[in-house]
T-cell receptor, first 114, second 110 residues
Framework: DTGVSQNPRHKITKRGQNVTFRCDPISEHNRLYWYRQTLGQGPEFLTYFQNEAQLEKSRLLSDRFSAERPKGSFSTLEIQRTEQGDSAMYLC????????????FGPGTRLTVL | KNEVEQSPQNLTAQEGEFITINCSYSVGISALHWLQQHPGGGIVSLFMLSSGKKKHGRLIATINIQEKHSSLHITASHPRDSAVYICAPDYGGSQGNLIFGKGTKLSVKP
C-alpha cells in the first residue's frame, strides 16, 4: 500500500461546471476525512466518514457539495455549479479507528475555478 | 471555542540554524499533530504526541499539556526543510477531525 491517493491532482474548470474528486485511502483505514485549504490558511474540516457512513459535515459544506463513500473504501467529493470561491486545495486523509487518530494525508486536488 | 495559534507566521533562517516553531491551543486535547506541507500541497505527518517529547532525526516535538503549548524544533536546519509547518490539535471529538493552525512558513537559506 502506497498511502492515500487523490485524483486528479489539478483541476481547472469554468464557473458553473460540476467537478468530482476521488480519494483512495489506506486500505485498512475505516475513517476518511475531507478538508479544504485556501491560500495562506490551514486546512478546514469538511466532512468525515466511518466506513460508508457520513457521520459529520461542516457548515462549510454547502448544498452544492456532496460526498460519498459507497463501499467504505474510496470516496468522492462532488461540487456542483462551481463558484470562484470554491478554488482551493481539497485534501483527503484517512486513519484507523484503533488507537490514536493519526491521520495520513493524500497529495490533494488543487481546484481552480475560472 | 477551539482555537490554535502558531508563531511565527513566517520564518527565515540560515542553513545550520536551530529553529523553533510554537503552537498554543485553547482547550484540552487528546493529542497534537505536527504536519509538514511542501509547495504543491501534500501534507506529511511529522509527529503525533500527547505528552512529553518525541524526536525523529533532526526534528524534536515537545508538548506541555498544562500550559496548552507545543513546540517543534529543527536542529541543523537545511534548505530542504523549507516548508509550511502546521500544528493540529486533536480535541478528541467522536469524529476525530483535526483543527489546524494557519501554519508557519519556514525558508532556510543556504
Amino acid at each position: 500500500d502506497t498511502g492515500v491517493s487523490q485524483n486528479p491532482r489539478h483541476k481547472i474548470t469554468k464557473r458553473g461546471q460540476n467537478v468530482t474528486f476521488r480519494c483512495d485511502p489506506i486500505s485498512e483505514h475505516n475513517r476518511l476525512y475531507w478538508y479544504r485549504q485556501t491560500l495562506g490558511q490551514g486546512p478546514e474540516f469538511l466532512t468525515y466518514f466511518q466506513n460508508e457512513a457520513q457521520l459529520e459535515k461542516s457548515r462549510l459544506l454547502s448544498d452544492r457539495f456532496s460526498a460519498e463513500r459507497p463501499k467504505g473504501s474510496f470516496s468522492t467529493l462532488e461540487i456542483q455549479r462551481t463558484e470562484q470561491g470554491d478554488s482551493a486545495m481539497y485534501l483527503c486523509a484517512s486513519s484507523s479507528q484503533v488507537g490514536y487518530n493519526e491521520q495520513f494525508f493524500g497529495p490533494g486536488t488543487r481546484l481552480t475555478v475560472l | 471555542k477551539n482555537e490554535v495559534e502558531q508563531s511565527p507566521q513566517n520564518l527565515t533562517a540560515q542553513e545550520g540554524e536551530f529553529i523553533t516553531i510554537n503552537c498554543s491551543y485553547s482547550v484540552g486535547i487528546s493529542a497534537l499533530h505536527w504536519l509538514q506541507q511542501h509547495p504543491g500541497g501534500g501534507i506529511v505527518s511529522l509527529f503525533m504526541l500527547s505528552s512529553g517529547k518525541k524526536k525523529h532525526g533532526r526534528l524534536i516535538a515537545t508538548i506541555n499539556i498544562q500550559e496548552k503549548h507545543s513546540s517543534l524544533h529543527i536542529t541543523a536546519s537545511h534548505p530542504r526543510d523549507s516548508a509550511v509547518y502546521i500544528c493540529a490539535p486533536d480535541y478528541g471529538g467522536s469524529q476525530g477531525n483535526l483543527i489546524f493552525g494557519k501554519g508557519t512558513k519556514l525558508s532556510v537559506k543556504p
